[in-house]
């Protein structure tokens, strides 16, 4: 499958940020500026809220649909609450981008590569989930965890990058019969990473006044070669 990407730009040079980000990962993308332009050569497509229109996102979702690959949607957190999955994009992700992001969220959507949400062992940078066994253990070290806990940790661990807002934590997590607020996301996600992360060593980010997010992880391989 072609690494390309399209991003779709009609009104506006797309973030400066994003492209370089984009470099830095080794994609090779193409700026379209027509529906009929994006086909089938490409992986994935990416529209710009922060320079094109939100009435371009459903029809650039519908054409996405009907060629098969995913559209993400790159915003500000600004403009994060006005975010809408019905517009037709698969996911989203946060100006400015992050190194490894981009690639992440395609890897994601497209079900290649580790971090495919049907496997049975996760491992992303330290951790190693085996969600047959319902064991984490944090560099060979089992760490003991609630079940809330264990669902927050695989739910954040399988998408890495992604930001999951406290209401999406709250309906996944506790379901629609839990009348805590969302402050009961934010005491289980510390205590969770006070299980999780040791000194140096973080997983979950938090991403003021929205929610949380796992961070990408360097490979654990590498990582114990180096040290």
Not at 22 to 46: G, I, P
Not at 91 to 102: H, I, N, Q
Not at 106 to 125: D, F, H, M
Request: charged share 30%; proline share 4%.
């Amino acid at each position: 499958m072609s690494n390309r990407l399209a991003i779709f730009s009609k009104d506006g040079d797309p973030d400066s940020s994003l492209l370089r980000t984009l470099e830095e990962e080794e994609l090779t993308y193409a700026l379209v500026a027509d529906l009929q332009e994006v086909t089938k050569e490409y992986q994935a497509a990416l529209i710009d809220l922060s320079v094109s229109p939100q009435r371009d996102v459903t029809p650039l979702g519908q054409r996405c649909e009907e060629l098969g690959i995913p559209l993400f949607c790159a915003i500000t957190t600004r403009h994060l609450a006005r975010y809408d999955h019905s517009w037709g994009a698969t996911d989203f992700l946060l100006l400015p981008a992050r190194v490894g992001e981009v690639s992440a969220r395609i890897r994601q959507a497209t079900r290649q590569g580790p971090s495919q949400p049907n496997e049975k062992v996760l491992e992303v940078g330290g951790l190693r989930i085996d969600m047959e066994r319902y064991e984490v253990f944090n560099r060979g070290r089992r760490i003991v965890l609630t079940f809330k806990e264990y669902q927050l940790l695989c739910l954040l661990a399988a998408s890495p990058g992604r930001v999951f807002s406290r209401e999406t934590l709250l309906s996944q997590i506790w379901e629609y019969d839990y009348y805590g607020g969302t402050r009961t996301v934010d005491v289980h996600i510390r205590r969770l990473r006070s299980k999780v992360e040791d000194p140096g060593q973080n997983y979950i980010e938090t991403v003021w006044n929205v929610g949380y997010r796992f961070r990408d992880q360097p490979d654990a391989k590498r990582e114990d070669r180096s040290s």
